[in-house]
């Protein structure tokens, strides 16, 4: 390698022409992966920090549907020193004249010891037990500014919650516990739980949460408290601070992860401009190689001089765009983390450093090994002849062997670093394909110009740009695969983006109720039904009783170690029927008759049975309010819940759950203009009962959409970025062959305009072609994930799609003109000069 090395130092001498486009798309890939990466770590740092603010203690202990018995409270307070007890739920705030203005909330309430970790931050400045102390004879609470503002309340004003009254004594600015992130269907209330007890809303069969934190001594066992909790007491969900954040650090994973794919389909775009900047820069040394030929050089020493040049030039953009990467999110540190509802920690983290550098080297590698073979293969005499392309023949079996394993070491390190093995095949099967798709375009495209030349006799200017088309080693290519792939990313993203929007703000609606009503007492729901009988606005009452369990064990197995489906993941809501409720659709098995009292049964979802692999005779054990219930399954049915209506994964025989405290579930269809007189009229007469608006529910979900979407659209447009970049760079290698070609052209008696017409056409014709192609990626990119992702009805979205079209065509045509006007300003005399 010494005479290598000493080559490739030499040439690199020359600086860096050629190479621009090359450094420019490997740091742009690398520089978005690495600011990925590092927010992401950034708020997986906030949250390991804040676990036990987020968590609010140690550990904590939950249930459902219940307080904690003597037994499991004499427990806690054995292992630890503090134990604190919230209880959860949502309820309506009620305020103004006559109770005119109501909101959904969360509410939380609290005891004296609340918070065990962390600070409550209240405005105006003051401690938590003084705005719970009240004024005169009413107590306090504290509700977040979002809802106050709502409801036109200030310090002093009077709310109601259920039949009690209380005095906003503070707006609620930062409180710890805070695992929802900001997602919550409701703004949050604090409040006593003593000063709840004349409200009437936690009544027995009340739907909430019971959470007891727990402050442990230091270098307690975490594991092994765990397990003496779960094996001790049934239907209790232990979390400590080594998970803190739960559900939302998942989320964030997962959304990095994603993003991280989506930055890796942008690396692989600048990667086919690496590849196109390799070539163009090899073939623009044919003089040089032919010379080293000439003069002996083995093929090793003619690889290594320009692997060791590339390599050196692939170590800068490497380290630009993790410059990039990583100093954008620092600088910008304070302003995403005012802006996020979690918390975060920005610094400099090696992970996502070493991710995006082993990314950029990878594909770097890939993209740069094939060209590199090539030309490894071509001998001296070719090389001074002119011919400097290295001809359609495949690099030796050693160079394609290793392409190979870089691929896969490629896909491996993304399953290892994203952790979710399924979306990575699939991303990369998408990019595989896509590029196949592109380049096969490529050739179709050439095939149908070489057709249409005869039809466009008469027409000088579409004539010419149709057999640049067909040119061997044209921009054709290079065009449609960078420009292409871009726009696939772009599209599909467009694609999910619209289905989401259309599936959450045009389709639901339309089928939605426009309450949901929870916690209506058994002795409440004839009257709940007769209030809403003879109303004229209201077109459907559903209603059903309905409890809250967790599955424990399925055949006799726990059920977490059985599967990982989302029934298992939690609580679930779960009914009774003595006879199939209307329009139940039975997929297999029967429903029990409606005296029987023997063996609990359950009728369960066909969808959920059927990812869960559950069988008519299996048993599932449900643990309801500590008692764990073991049931045969009898049928499977069809549940929908995408009308949003009310439907269960679970129905069992009433028997079974005799004596079980419950409550109510019903939902209103009315016309949109009834609803808030609706709302009115039961609240005033249940003031226990909580109503959901269902528009609401779907405008906190479409904030959550669009800010994924948002990351999602950013993501994209690096992609696309990067595309345009390996464009500029495929016009730019093309500035000498159109430099040529004007020369003979105006030779020949071309005018200008004719010639630049040419030009024109050829650059829109390739752009419209690779948004046609990029459009078909795109759509079923979005169907892939729509159908298999999301689990929704995928729908075209038109408008996206022609914007993708038009985007090529004109982003092709900008890029062609741009580098079209040197060319028609150079004189043919001086450029055949030069070519002689």
């Known amino acids: 390698m010494s005479p290598a090395f000493t080559f490739a130092r030499r040439e690199l001498r020359g600086g860096l022409a050629g190479f621009r486009i090359f450094i420019a798309c490997l740091a742009l890939g690398v520089a978005a992966i690495c600011a990925v990466g590092m927010v992401r770590s950034a708020i997986e740092a906030g949250l390991d920090r804040e676990a036990g603010a987020i968590l609010g203690g140690d550990a904590q202990v939950s249930l459902t549907y219940r307080t904690a018995r003597e037994e499991e409270l004499d427990w806690m307070r054995s292992v630890s020193e503090r134990v604190s007890e919230t209880v959860d739920f949502r309820s309506l705030a009620v305020a103004g004249d006559a109770g005119a203005d109501r909101a959904l909330t969360q509410i939380r309430a609290v005891d004296a010891l609340y918070p065990l970790v962390g600070q409550v931050t209240l405005e105006p400045a003051m401690l938590l037990a003084e705005a719970f102390a009240g004024t005169g004879d009413l107590p306090g609470l504290v509700m977040e500014r979002a809802l106050s503002d709502r409801l036109a309340l200030a310090p002093g004003d009077t709310v109601r919650l259920g039949t009690q009254d209380f005095v906003l004594s503070a707006v609620l600015a930062r409180y710890p516990d805070n695992s929802a992130g900001g997602f919550a269907l409701g703004p949050r209330t604090l409040v006593l739980r003593d000063d709840l007890a004349a409200s009437g809303l936690l009544e027995e069969g009340t739907l909430f949460d019971a959470d007891y934190r727990l402050d442990l001594p230091e270098g307690a066992d975490l594991q092994a408290l765990e397990d003496e909790a779960e094996s001790r007491f049934t239907g209790i969900r232990w ?3 080594r998970n803190g954040a739960g559900g939302m650090e998942r989320f964030v994973d997962r959304l990095g992860a994603f993003l991280v794919l989506i930055g890796l389909s ?4 600048g990667g086919v401009g690496i590849s196109s900047a390799v070539r163009s820069y090899l073939a623009g040394k ?4 032919a010379t080293l030929r000439t003069l002996g050089a083995t093929r090793g020493v003619i690889f290594g001089t320009y692997f060791l040049q590339i390599g050196a030039i692939t170590l800068l953009g490497l380290a630009l765009g993790l410059v990039l990467g990583a100093g954008i999110p620092l600088a910008l540190g304070p302003v995403i983390d005012a802006a996020l509802p979690i918390p975060a920690e920005f610094a400099l983290y090696p992970r996502p450093l070493i991710e995006a550098a082993l990314y950029g080297l990878l594909v770097a590698l890939i993209f740069t090994l094939w060209p590199l073979a090539r030309v490894e293969q071509i001998r001296a005499a070719t090389l001074l002849r002119g011919m400097g392309g290295a001809g359609g023949a495949l690099p030796r079996a050693r160079y394609l062997l290793a392409t190979a394993l870089l ?10 670093f994203s952790g979710t093995w399924r979306l990575t ?3 990369a099967g998408g990019i595989a394909g896509a590029l196949a798709v592109l380049a096969l375009a490529a050739q179709v495209m050439r095939w149908l110009a070489r057709l249409a030349r005869p039809l466009a006799k008469g027409r000088p200017a579409l004539r010419l740009a149709l057999a640049a088309i067909t040119a061997r080693g044209g921009e054709t290519t290079s065009v449609v695969l960078s420009l292409g792939l871009g726009l696939s990313v772009l599209a599909a993203v ?8 259309r599936a959450i703000t045009q389709e639901v609606p339309a089928i939605a109720p426009s309450y949901f009503f929870v916690d209506i007492q058994p002795d409440q729901i004839e009257g709940f039904r007769a209030r809403l009988a003879d109303d004229p606005a209201v077109t459907s009452v559903d209603a059903a009783p309905m409890l809250r369990g967790v599955v424990t064990q399925i055949n006799g197995q726990p059920a977490q170690e059985v599967t990982d489906s989302w029934v298992v993941q939690g609580d679930r809501g779960l009914t009774y ?4 409720p209307e329009g139940t659709t039975l997929t297999a098995g029967t429903w029990w008759p409606e005296d029987y009292d023997g063996p609990p049964l359950v009728s369960f979802s066909a969808e959920e049975a059927g990812e869960i692999g559950l069988s008519l005779g299996d048993t599932v054990t449900i643990d309801i309010l500590g008692r764990p219930i073991t049931a045969e399954i009898a049928s499977f049915r069809e549940v929908n819940f995408e009308t949003m209506g009310i439907g269960f994964v679970m129905a069992m025989n009433p028997a079974a759950l005799a004596g079980a405290p419950h409550s109510w579930i019903a939902t209103v269809y009315a016309e949109q203009e009834a609803e808030g007189r609706i709302l009115r009229d039961l609240a005033e007469a249940y003031p226990n009962i909580t109503a959901i608006r269902i528009r609401d529910a779907i405008e906190t979900v479409s904030r959550v959409v669009e800010g994924i979407a948002g990351a999602a659209r950013y993501g994209a447009l690096a992609t696309l970025l990067t595309g345009a970049l390996v464009l500029i760079g495929a016009a730019s290698s093309g500035v000498r062959a159109r430099r040529q070609e004007a020369a003979v052209l105006k030779t020949l008696g071309a005018s200008r305009g004719r010639i630049l017409c040419s030009f024109a056409l050829r650059a829109g014709l390739l752009g419209a072609a690779a948004g046609l192609v990029a459009l078909g990626a795109g759509i079923l990119g979005g169907w892939a994930v729509a159908r298999f992702v999301l689990e929704t009805e995928f729908t075209v979205i038109w408008p996206n799609a022609l914007v993708v079209v038009l985007g090529g065509a004109l982003a092709s045509l900008l890029a062609g003109l741009g580098f079209a006007l040197g ?9 055949l000069r030069a070519q002689d």
């Open 577 to 580: 029927s003595a006879a199939p």
């Open 407 to 416: 691929l896969a070491l490629l896909i491996a390190l993304a399953i290892w």
């Open 239 to 241: 979390r400590d601070i």
């Open 266 to 269: 942008g690396l692989a775009v």
């Open 425 to 427: 095949v699939w991303t």
């Open 823 to 831: 060319p028609l300003a150079a004189r043919p005399a001086r450029v």
């Open 494 to 501: 467009g694609q999910i983006d619209g289905t989401l929007r």
């Open 286 to 289: 044919t003089a040089t190689i």
